[in-house]
């Protein structure tokens, strides 16, 4: 039987320092010096056990001791480095380490330059799987003989203003003392502050700010004397 051949990656991260106190690199610097010499990599400050500051430095030991003289002076107390086999990787790691855990001594927030934004595409799955779970719920129904058929959903259904007005007609309200008027398209939509709705109700909580309104109620349009009156009479005439 032939054996599977092992391919043996190599790793990013050659070797590692953690939680070392800051004093180590006053009284044992030479110590630090033969260790870390010549190589490059990640280094944190901790405040304690509070993550303070994360970079990426050519020369670690250099860069380390210099933040015990600028801006984060006194602000930490142990130093934890990692040495990076690879130059190129180092800025993507620093920059998924700022992401991830926002030290409060960096100012500047990670950035993925050559890493793709995947919102888009969650908002578009979790999309298709809500439309699938809706047609789960309302898009089918039991015939007498057990079985499953799906249900016609007229083009109306979501607009329930489509075929009222066949070549349009504004609408109106009067809110707070203030008066609103908005437009219904042939199709049904409704279209107010410069905004489309599907339903009447939906264009009234646009003027009210309210979470829940029946624009039946809300909404009046002109009949053929020319009188106001509100639009649920049209379901009434229907």
Do not use: C
Not at 196 to 224: C, H, Q, R
């Amino acid at each position: 039987m032939e054996k599977k051949r092992i391919i043996k990656t190599k790793s990013i991260v050659t070797g590692h320092l953690e939680k070392i106190g800051a004093k180590v690199l006053d009284d044992f610097s030479s110590v630090i010096t033969d260790i870390i010499k010549g190589h490059q990599g990640i280094y944190a400050l901790f405040k304690k056990d509070r993550l303070y500051y994360v970079g990426l430095a050519r020369d670690l030991k250099r860069r380390i001791n210099a933040h015990n003289k600028d801006r984060h002076q006194n602000k930490w107390t142990h130093f934890s480095l990692y040495i990076i086999r690879k130059e190129e990787h180092i800025k993507e790691i620093e920059s998924l380490v700022l992401r991830i855990a926002y030290p409060a001594g960096n100012k500047i927030k990670g950035n993925l330059k050559r890493s793709n934004d995947l919102r888009p595409l969650l908002k578009s799955k979790l999309k298709d799987q809500w439309i699938k779970q809706l047609d789960g719920i309302i898009g089918h129904k039991t015939r007498s003989d057990g079985k499953i058929s799906k249900v016609k959903i007229k083009k109306s259904d979501g607009r329930p203003l489509q075929g009222y007005f066949s070549t349009g007609k504004s609408i109106y309200a009067n809110y707070k003392n203030k008066e609103y008027r908005a437009f219904v398209f042939s199709n049904g939509r409704i279209k107010v502050n410069g905004k489309i709705f599907n339903s009447p109700s939906m264009a009234g909580m646009e003027v009210t700010k309210k979470i829940k309104l029946n624009g039946w109620k809300f909404w009046k349009y002109k009949d053929k004397n020319g009188e106001l009156v509100y639009i649920d009479k049209l379901r009434n005439n229907r």
